[in-house]
């Protein structure tokens, strides 16, 4: 019994021991798990995010790179803003408290005070406010001649006319896009968040009776690191590399692809090929914008109003009573990815070579492509063609042709035709990857003769105000989607006149009188493109799993995921416009090949939404037949693994892991690192007194012996 006694009490301070080091141990995993759960609530506490913003992000080419990224982290700097130019001063020479993020009024957004701040190592990021109005001398980032190289003109082919040395067409052109910057920029598409950063500069970081500003100061943070680097050429080969012998791949880029959209007005083989003899106009334009930032591509001008024209027209001829007696067809044709060196032409035309695609360039008989309609002097539109290909002769009595044809279709309408000159090359158009291809017989139909009209090209201010589309104030969403515009009404008097000479180009030979564009469809049109995507007709015509690509701000960029809502759109206007509404089934809809006589080969069929019932919150659906297809609108550079190509578009974007924006108040240097060394002192003197009082915790912990115990 004595001896089991004086076990327990050596034993003792050991348990003590064990029982405090559990304490210990408890105690800091309640803290871990409060620290967890706090954790979030303390971050916002000290940050305040900023949800409404844009990114530059990173492009590639074959031979270079452009656009912008932060560091791996993230970068951090002083919020300083700059209203005028003089303010540049306090960032660039004077101000103590370096690197600055650059809070820039969207007016001096421009190359001459981005060439100051670039390479500045005291810049570390620069964030962007829209600036309102527009600026009035214009804004155009992209380059003063678009996609030159990837057109038709070049020393072999009228080179006169290359790298616009007869017409500059973007004579505003910063060429800005298209430059490498070494630190984040973004944009504040929120007039709110900016004036909370400008609220937090005043209260924080502006100079007080001269002196210089104390902390805290208020910060910004970006963060926008970028994987890829040098060219596509580089990053395609990585990528492929890790594809190759990595379980897990990590795809640093990703090529700018979606598809095109095409239709024709009488319904073709579309997994077949037309016959040789048959003869097809095609008419085009350009779906896709691009701007500064990343998915921010309005394009009212552009694009938009272009292929809202185009699509105005298809439904008016499709309503003509004999257009199935047209002795030519007619093929409705949206090109995707033209911005960036015709990504979608050029696929097309690589396709017809390859017999990849139901047409071949021998059965096109003419092309008219609309290019930037909306901004007409005195409602006249320009008539382009190609001097070089104009003089072989029989191609020059085809142009002739065709130039009469739409001169004369413009007779007793609002709208004005005139030839640009003969003299005069063609301005930047998905025409000219045709003509490198084939002497085709074609024109693009402009509002400008020489220099774009467009004084926002490829950017941010292509907006629905710079194609004066002006609404009463006072309407609600529905009675603004009904409205009809000037400009509605404007761009219906030139779907009308392209139809009209269409039918002529097909062979019609009966009166045009009737054929009509309905400015309240273009006017539907144009909000739901420009305006609000998300309204009423939009959600009619579509199928019910695509409700999600239904954004409130339409933007028009190309991207890297397809289709982009763009194309999920106009592919579906084009069938409401120009289908027919037939008594299938949901079930016969969508398994068309279960039906006798659906001839799927020749017709594309779709389950749609619907309008709402008038009397329940249900939809009433139907099905579409049409014949509205997609094609692809990747380069053939990455079909073909030439990465390096200079024949077609290598553009591709680079991978991020994450975007995002977020405003704080920094402390000083000095009180960052005193907090640091007293926090690592008490950690130290934390450890020591936790090893002491563990070696010594038979001694500290032990309980006196009972003196009636004897040991022996």
């Not at 003769?449 to 009463?472: C, G, K, L, V």
């Not at 069929?605 to 014949?627: E, F, H, I, K, M």
């Not at 405003?663 to 450890?687: K, M, Q, Y």
Request: aromatic content about 10%.
């Amino acid at each position: 019994m004595a001896v089991e006694a004086a076990g327990r009490a050596w034993g003792a301070p050991a348990m003590a021991a064990a029982a405090w080091r559990g304490a210990l141990w408890g105690l800091l995993l309640a803290v871990l798990a409060a620290g967890s759960c706090q954790g979030n609530s303390v971050e916002r506490k000290i940050y305040i995010p900023l949800n409404k913003t844009a990114p530059c992000v990173r492009l590639l080419n074959a031979t270079h790179q452009i656009g912008c990224q932060s560091s791996i982290s993230g970068d951090t700097g002083v919020i300083h803003v700059v209203e005028k130019e003089e303010d540049l001063n306090w960032v660039l020479a004077d101000g103590p408290h370096p690197p600055y993020m650059v809070l820039l009024d969207g007016s001096l957004f421009n190359r001459r005070v981005m060439q100051q701040l670039k390479g500045a190592s005291r810049v570390s990021g620069l964030a962007v406010a829209i600036a309102k109005p527009s600026p009035p001398q214009g804004f155009s980032p992209g380059l003063k001649c678009p996609s030159d190289g990837f057109g038709v003109y070049s020393k072999d082919y009228g080179p006169q006319f290359a790298h616009c040395n007869k017409t500059v067409w973007n004579p505003v052109g910063s060429g800005l896009s298209y430059e490498d910057f070494d630190f984040p920029i973004f944009l504040l598409e929120d007039a709110n968040e900016t004036q909370v950063i400008k609220q937090c500069y005043q209260d924080h970081n502006v100079p007080r009776d001269g002196s210089v500003p104390e902390y805290p100061l208020c910060a910004m943070q970006l963060f926008s690191h970028m994987h890829a680097v040098t060219s596509t050429v580089t990053c395609m080969r990585r990528s492929s590399l890790q594809s190759t012998f990595s379980i897990n791949p990590e795809v640093v880029c990703d090529p700018l692809l979606d598809y095109n959209v095409w239709s024709t007005l009488q319904p073709i083989n579309s997994s077949g090929k037309v016959d040789p003899e048959k003869e097809v106009v095609i008419v085009a334009t350009r779906i896709d914008s691009h701007s500064f930032f990343w998915n921010i591509a309005p394009g009212a001008e552009s694009a938009v109003s272009s292929f809202v024209t185009h699509l105005a027209a298809a439904e008016a001829l499709h309503k003509a009573s004999d257009v199935h007696l047209l002795q030519r067809n007619i093929m409705f044709t949206f090109f995707q990815g033209e911005t960036f060196d015709y990504i979608g032409s050029s696929r097309m035309v690589y396709d017809m070579e390859k017999d990849k695609f139901p047409l071949r360039l021998d059965n096109i008989h003419s092309f008219v492509e609309l290019n930037q309609v909306a901004l007409r002097n005195d409602s006249v539109l320009w008539m382009h063609t190609d001097p070089v290909s104009r003089m072989n002769e029989s191609v020059d009595i085809q142009v002739r042709n065709l130039l009469d044809i739409l001169g004369r279709s413009s007779l007793g309408a609002n709208v004005t035709l005139q030839e640009a000159g003969f003299s005069q090359p063609l301005p930047p158009s998905s025409f000219q990857r045709f003509l490198r291809a084939r002497h085709i017989p074609g024109v693009v139909l402009t509002d400008h003769r020489t220099a774009f009209q467009n004084r926002y090209y490829q950017s941010m201010y292509d907006t629905p105000e710079n194609i004066q589309m002006q609404y009463p104030e006072g309407l609600s969403p529905e009675e603004t989607l009904e409205y009809v515009t000037d400009t509605a009404k404007s761009l219906a008097e030139v779907a009308t006149v392209v139809a009209r000479a269409l039918y002529r180009l097909a062979g019609g030979a009966n009166a045009t009188s009737a054929i009509q564009a309905d400015p309240k469809t273009v006017s539907r049109m144009l909000y739901g493109f420009l305006i609000k995507m998300n309204n009423s007709w939009f959600q009619s015509i579509i199928k019910p799993d695509l409700k999600g690509i239904l954004g409130d701000v339409p933007q028009h960029y190309v991207a890297v995921s397809s289709p982009v809502n763009t194309t999920y759109l106009v592919q579906y206007v084009l069938a409401n416009l120009t289908g027919t509404v037939v008594n299938f089934t949901k079930d016969e809809c969508l398994n068309p090949e279960k039906s006798p006589n659906s001839e799927t080969e020749m017709y594309d069929y779709a389950w749609v939404q619907g309008s709402l019932d008038p009397n329940s919150t249900s939809r009433v659906p139907y099905c579409v037949r049409s014949t509205v297809h997609l094609s692809k609108a990747l380069s053939p550079a990455f079909e073909l693994r030439q990465w390096g190509s200079t024949e077609y578009s290598t553009w591709t974007e680079s991978r991020w892991k994450e975007i995002r924006a977020r405003i704080f108040l920094v402390a000083s240097r000095e009180l960052e690192i005193i907090t640091l060394v007293v926090g690592i002192a008490i950690l130290v003197f934390s450890l020591l007194a936790t090893y002491f009082i563990n070696a010594k915790a038979d001694v500290l912990f032990s309980i006196p012996r009972d003196p009636g115990a004897v040991a022996y």
